[in-house]
Nanobody, 114 residues
Framework: QVQLVESGGGLVQAGGSRRLSCAASGSIFSFNTMGWYRQAPGKQRDLVATITGATTYYADSVKGRFTISRDNTKNTVYLQMNSLKPEDTAVYYC?????????WGQGTQVTVSS
């Protein structure tokens, strides 16, 4: 069993930056894909970004503004968010996937004020 704990959320002004961290209780080396999702009030949970090996994927809405990275030595995944917009306001969730199971974090709130 692996626990994922997100941190770094909070209130930020539009145009600002924030870095989210997702710390795993165990090794993330075995997880093929790590990702970030977000869920705004009244909306479904949407994919934001994933990282598989050295390959990254971004939703069109965040491409060029967000950067996902992982540090296997620290068992941590990051999401650097720049040029934040009010529409980026959501609870951000970390996700870890491997062939036989997957895990979710509890989420961290990011609120972008205009």
């Amino acid at each position: 069993q692996v626990q994922l704990v997100e941190s770094g959320g909070g209130l930020v002004q539009a145009g600002g930056s924030r870095r989210l961290s997702c710390a795993a209780s165990g090794s993330i080396f075995s997880f093929n894909t790590m990702g970030w999702y977000r869920q705004a009030p009244g909306k479904q949970r949407d994919l934001v970004a994933t990282i598989t090996g050295a390959t990254t994927y971004y939703a069109d809405s965040v491409k060029g503004r967000f950067t996902i990275s992982r540090d296997n030595t620290k068992n941590t995944v990051y999401l650097q968010m720049n040029s934040l917009k009010p529409e980026d306001t959501a609870v951000y969730y970390c996700h870890a996937f491997r062939a036989w199971d997957d895990y979710w974090g509890q989420g961290t709130q990011v609120t972008v004020s205009s």
